[in-house]
């Protein structure tokens, strides 16, 4: 039974994966029912508010989902919020058996759900393929066990490690393709969070372009459901101004400051508060701010100062490097600014999880050795 609860389990994975672009701030998930050997109803999650996988499955499914086995990516929902309860759908469908891959790490649900359905007379096997269900939702997972989102570090560099030239000069260090691939990595995110330098200087408005992500994308992602990640910018120095680009972008942005700026800002600007350490921002009580804000995976795009502070007290959990076969030379502007170290021990360790190749770049993705 486990080769063919893995292999259903793996239908169920793939139509989780079609919500990346849109479910957040809620995981995405996937369902798939069997009966007699034969797929009655699949389902995944699309958007917060809409129906759940199981509830899209079921209603696919209709009489034959009676006596069926179900997978589903995660732990049903056991209460009533936005939709109501997936268990309670399920036990009246008089469904069989259910396969899980992992439980719902959410306090809500947690085991409830499959205690729940269990007392209901419905078979339980858990998890199946947990690992590869809950690589599609490490910010959800991270979020709801630490309260704060799951951390990417993207930067592009040089052979020599360098991300500009020593006047500031970056456009372009990377190809056309990985530029497109990181288009896909913010749609991916839900905020994306950069510094006023970087941004004034790169005169940058961190939006989506829809227009530029691949055909295939587009078929599963159509416009009518695009939305912007939240872009969240540092701006300690009170910088940034409502006459700058990227204020000028419409989408929701908030600005993190020491104190309020009373100016005409647009109402999609938001201004929070996070307290200082030795005349820089605390990371640790931001990233925490914004988890309580819903925000499951937030990408960071910015320059070596900040991406050396968050190396250095270890606040990422996966850092994407696209290289370029250029060599920028020793005038130009280093990787990331970190601790000066006298031993190779000490200094911070990363392994390798992907590296893929990118027209003429190499994207490299690591996660540190804790």
């Known amino acids: 039974m ?8 793996m239908h169920a994975i793939k139509l989780a994966k079609l ?17 007699n050997k034969k797929i009655v109803g699949k389902g995944y999650h699309l958007k917060a508010g809409q129906t759940h996988a199981e509830i899209n499955a079921l209603k696919m499914a209709g009489q034959y989902a009676k006596g069926a086995t179900v997978y589903i990516t995660l732990e049903p929902c056991n209460y009533k919020n936005l939709t109501p309860s997936c268990c309670k759908a399920l036990v009246d469908a008089k469904i069989k058996r259910l396969v899980v891959a992992s439980k719902d790490p959410n306090p809500k649900v947690n085991g409830k759900g499959l205690k729940f359905l269990k007392t209901q007379g419905i078979k339980i096997t858990n998890h199946i393929l947990s690992k590869k269900a809950k690589s599609i939702n490490y910010g959800f997972f991270k979020r709801m066990k630490t309260g704060i989102p799951w951390i990417q570090l993207k930067l592009a560099s040089s052979l020599d490690g360098k991300i500009a030239l020593f006047n500031g000069n970056s456009k372009w260090i990377s190809s056309i393709i990985a530029r497109k691939d990181v288009q896909i990595l913010r749609a991916k995110s839900t905020a994306i969070l950069s510094t006023s330098k970087t941004i004034l200087q790169d005169n940058s408005t961190f939006l989506v372009k829809w227009s530029k992500l691949y ?5 599963i992602y159509p416009k009518k459901l695009f939305r912007q990640p939240i872009r969240i910018i540092l701006d300690r120095l009170n910088t940034i101004k409502p006459n700058n680009n990227i204020i000028l972008s419409p989408g929701k942005i908030i600005l ?3 104190k309020y700026t009373f100016e005409n800002w647009p109402n999609y600007v938001e201004q929070i508060i996070i307290p200082e350490i030795n005349n820089y921002f605390n990371l640790k009580n931001l990233f925490k701010t914004l988890g309580n804000r819903g925000i499951n995976s937030l990408l960071i795009e910015a320059g070596s100062i900040l991406s050396g502070s968050l190396i250095n007290y270890n606040l990422i959990d996966e850092l994407i490097i696209y290289l370029s076969p250029k060599l920028l030379g020793n005038m130009s502007l280093s990787l990331c600014n970190i601790h000066k170290f006298t031993n190779i021990i000490n200094v911070p360790h990363f392994y390798f999880t992907k590296i893929k190749r990118l027209g003429s770049d190499l994207k490299l993705i690591l996660k540190p050795i804790k």
């Open 2 to 9: 486990d080769s063919i609860d893995k292999f259903y389990m």
């Open 256 to 258: 993190v400051k020491s």
């Open 215 to 219: 055909n295939q994308i587009k078929k």
């Open 19 to 35: 919500g990346i672009f849109t479910t957040t701030p809620n995981p995405n998930v996937g369902c798939i029912i069997v009966n």
